[in-house]
């Protein structure tokens, strides 16, 4: 059956690979951004039907605006998968911009919470629903990321838990996805040779293939899935990101 599926950040990067793969799968999307992107939505609407909607997700009223116009035009939604992220800026800890680290926080972490919190409750009543969240290896393990992305995709990682624990009694699963390093505007084209070693294709992922992985987790043969973080990163923590690669 078609599905009513909401994606936040969904004008760019893995955002836009995921809307694309739900439009070829039949499904009817709304992306969200704080920005249209002309060229993207023409692109989502050659593959089905797609619509826009601006939304700043570290706005509580942005959310709540944008679900109730999903709700008063499509009736419900299925999935909500939660993209929008910044990576923040990296500097060292005693030196960091605290409304850098806020503003990454703000978006990455509140705003996976306020979307999920307005969007659930229409899941519930319905007793129908799923809801991928995108956290990050930096959930999982420390690197050279910004302080603002690591607590805030450790946060994702526990709110996927804690929200499953909550909302499972009404039919809404909840699970997470933790990519590697993706080609997407947060990796800086210097260092994607570096970031392609650590990887065990010996080349950094591609956005279609973390909106491949989402897609698997909202059908119902992953049902069993609920609460958990699957990782999308090509081996990188099972190997700690050293020299994953051998020709």
């Known amino acids: 059956m078609e599905k009513i599926v909401l994606i936040s950040g969904g004008t760019c990067g893995i955002g836009l690979a995921t809307a694309e793969k739900f439009l070829d799968e039949g499904d009817t999307v709304v992306v969200l951004g704080r920005t249209p992107r002309p060229e993207a939505l023409a692109s989502l609407r050659k593959c089905g039907p797609a619509d826009y909607l601006p939304c700043d997700v570290s706005s509580r009223e942005d959310c709540a605006r944008v679900v109730e116009t999903v709700l008063q035009q499509y009736g419900r939604i ?18 960091i911009d605290l409304d850098d680290v806020e503003n990454t926080i703000a978006i990455n972490l509140l705003g996976t919470i306020y ?27 420390a690197n050279t990321e910004s302080i603002g992305y690591h607590a805030s995709k450790g946060g994702v990682k526990m709110l996927t838990a804690a929200m499953a624990r909550e909302i499972s009694p009404f039919g809404v699963r909840v699970a997470s996805v933790a990519p590697g390093w993706v080609r997407t505007g947060m990796i ?29 987790l909202t059908l119902p043969e992953a ?10 990163d090509d081996g990188y923590t099972q190997f700690k990101g050293v020299d994953g690669y051998q020709a």
């Open 188 to 216: 800086d084209p210097a260092v994607e040779q570096i970031g392609a070693s650590l990887h065990m294709k010996g080349r950094i992922i591609e956005p279609a293939e973390i909106a491949g992985a989402i897609w698997l």
């Open 115 to 141: 979307l999920s919190h307005y969007a659930a409750r229409s899941m519930a009543a319905r007793r129908s629903g799923v809801i991928i969240n995108v956290g990050s290896i930096c959930g999982f393990m």
């Open 78 to 95: 299925d999935v909500l998968v939660n993209v929008a992220g910044v990576v923040g800026k990296r500097a060292p800890f005693t030196e």
């Open 223 to 232: 049902s069993a899935i609920n609460g958990s973080t699957v990782m999308a």
